[in-house]
């Protein structure tokens, strides 16, 4: 046993490592449980399958926060006297990194979705082929990753990945799913475009924008899968990928559940951006009330109040008329009554004389 008071530099280390992507990673659940508390409450009528999807991700993102706590628990609390100058890998640990491929899985699966929808649906070829790449590499990435797993738990020392063996599948297993969200990335950004859909809401301002590219386009799972490729590629023996790892799958989790939540809600259900223009002519069509906050066109606008002034102009000319015809008329009917009474006087004056 190694003095508590006096720890190695490499103990350090990797206490400080464990407990910095313990800290982030009991953030990010934070905002994954709040995420689906907000799906649930505006979102009641989505569809099935959505919502399965959403209770799976939360379950298996609440189930390996709390591994990663028991881990954490284990290192700090229970081994708390033992030497940590080198990491073993807990059954824990194995089943945690078991439920990161199986998140990541999940929320890549998703946006193959979304690419098979908005790159054209079944009748296009750049559709299918996007979507297939996509599914290719996530498939890989999951094999390699299952197989370092089970490599992970054979081994139990973390430091092990410095052999060619472990980096090199690991490091295959990182690289495809990082040229997954790549692919991702690149083909929402193309697909969502406002030449393709010209009549798709904009974002307004930079935080809006922000949170389009990194939530609904995927740029925040290429730039988490990126940053794991790149500590792990750099140093597979240190245990800086650990704290990367940690954070990695609550990533994913919270990237797919605010594509969810950004969208606009009609009656409890959910619409994606290249949805809305559809819904706003069904809606005036149908005389249906709706949800949606729809931009105008500023010619539009103004054409809309020059009508409406111009309508006016008219309605109050034509009254303006109608009142003056009418006391034209009425003048007309006087003057007749006034003529026609003196000449009935006048009548009766000379009746009177003869």
């Known amino acids: ?51 399965v999807l959403v209770g799976a991700i939360f379950v298996l993102d609440t189930a390996s926060t709390g591994l990663v706590s028991d881990l954490i ?13 080198v990491l073993y890998a807990t059954q824990t640990f194995c089943i945690q990194d078991l439920l990161s491929v199986i998140l990541t899985l999940i929320a890549q699966l998703f946006f193959a979705g979304r690419l098979y929808t908005v790159c ?32 992970i738990f054979q081994q139990r020392q973390l430091t092990a990945f410095a052999l060619p ?15 997954a969200n790549i692919i991702i990335f690149i083909a929402m950004c193309w697909s969502l475009r406002p030449a393709r859909y010209p009549d798709m809401i904009l974002p307004d301002g930079v935080f809006e924008k922000i949170t389009v590219l990194f939530v609904g ?29 940690m954070v990695t799958p609550r990533v994913y989790a919270n990237v797919v559940l605010g594509l969810l939540n950004t969208r606009e809600v009609k009656r409890g259900v959910g619409l994606n951006e290249e949805e809305t223009l559809s819904d706003q002519h069904e809606s005036q069509n149908n005389g249906l009330p709706s949800a949606l906050r729809f ?33 034209f008329i009425d003048d007309q009917n006087l003057r007749s009554i006034h003529s026609h009474s003196h000449g009935s006087e006048h009548a009766y004056d000379k009746g009177s004389l003869s």
């Open 1 to 51: 046993m190694s003095n508590p008071s006096s720890p190695s530099s490499a103990e350090v280390e990797n206490l400080v490592v464990l407990f910095v992507g313990f800290a982030f990673a009991t953030f990010l659940y934070g905002l994954t449980f709040f995420q689906a508390y907000l799906y649930f409450s505006r979102y009641s009528n989505d569809n099935a399958w959505t919502k």
């Open 73 to 85: 628990y284990h290192y700090l609390i229970t081994m708390f006297e033992v030497n940590m100058d």
């Open 120 to 151: 054209g649906g079944p009748t296009s070829i750049i559709s299918r082929s996007v979507s297939m790449v996509v599914l290719f590499c996530a498939f890989i990435a999951v094999v390699f990753g299952l197989t370092s797993v089970g490599q």
């Open 165 to 179: 063996s472990m980096a090199v599948i690991g490091g295959i297993s990182q690289g495809f799913a990082a040229v």
């Open 217 to 245: 386009r995927g740029l925040g799972l290429t730039v988490i899968q990126l940053a794991y490729l790149g500590i792990f590629v750099a140093s597979p023996g240190k245990p800086y990928w650990i704290a990367v790892q």
């Open 295 to 327: 931009r105008m066109p500023l010619s539009t606008k103004a054409t809309q109040q020059s009508l409406s002034f111009s309508h006016q102009g008219e309605n109050s000319g034509g009254s303006e008329i109608e009142e003056g015809s009418k006391s």
